[in-house]
Each structure stands twice: as structure tokens, then as C-alpha cells.
């Protein structure tokens, strides 16, 4: 399994901006793709953003136009930049790796949102 470090959450006013950050341990990095998905409380996980091994990405539609994934494999690093955030967008988000024979998970950063 390989280790995954999110950081970045934490208390936004609604309208603000956060970055999170994942870092990934090992070598597969450039091979994986890698997502971002949240869990508010009392609801299921949802996918928020995803990106290729070659850069494409894919949005859930209630982030779409505010939110943008990127990654740095040099860095083995995944970026989620959130704008104009909502109360609504308050869950914690998790980072994702994914390959055909791994699937890998971060331990969470909690991002709140104050309206």
C-alpha cells in the first residue's frame, strides 16, 4: 500500500480559498491516478476531482468551475485548489490513488466552511 499525506484543510468563511495537498511515499506515483473525494457528515464519500496519469481530469458537478486538481509527479504530489467555497463543500476530504492492483487511501483533512 502506499502512503498518502493530505494537508491543507482547515476554517474558510464561505467564498474563500483553501489548497490541499497529498503527498505520496514510493515510486508509483506517475503510474497512478490520483483523486480527491469528501465525506460529510452523515452522508456518503462522493467523488470531487480526479486526474490521469496523463492529466486529464474529471469534476463532481457541484464543484465544477471552482475547483481544479492538478498534480506534480516530480513532487509525487497531488493539489486540490478550492475557490469560492461553500458550507455546503464542509466535509473532510480524502485523498485517492488508484491502480489496477492498489487502491490506497490518506487518513482525511477536515475542511469547514463558516457561512
Known amino acids: 500500500q502506499e502512503k498518502l499525506v493530505e494537508s491543507g484543510g482547515g476554517l474558510v468563511q464561505a467564498g474563500g480559498s483553501l489548497r490541499l495537498s497529498c503527498e505520496a511515499s514510493g515510486s508509483i506515483f506517475s503510474f497512478a491516478r490520483m483523486g480527491w473525494y469528501r465525506q460529510a457528515q452523515g452522508k456518503q464519500r462522493e467523488l470531487v476531482a480526479s486526474i490521469s496519469t496523463g492529466g486529464s481530469t474529471t469534476y463532481g458537478d457541484s464543484v465544477k468551475g471552482r475547483f481544479t486538481i492538478s498534480r506534480d509527479n516530480a513532487k509525487n504530489t497531488v493539489y486540490l485548489q478550492m475557490n469560492s467555497l461553500k458550507p455546503e463543500d464542509t466535509a473532510v476530504y480524502y485523498c485517492?490513488?488508484?491502480?489496477?492492483?492498489?487502491?490506497?487511501w490518506g487518513q482525511g483533512t477536515q475542511v469547514t466552511v463558516s457561512s
Open positions: 485517492n490513488l488508484r491502480l489496477v492492483t492498489m487502491d490506497s
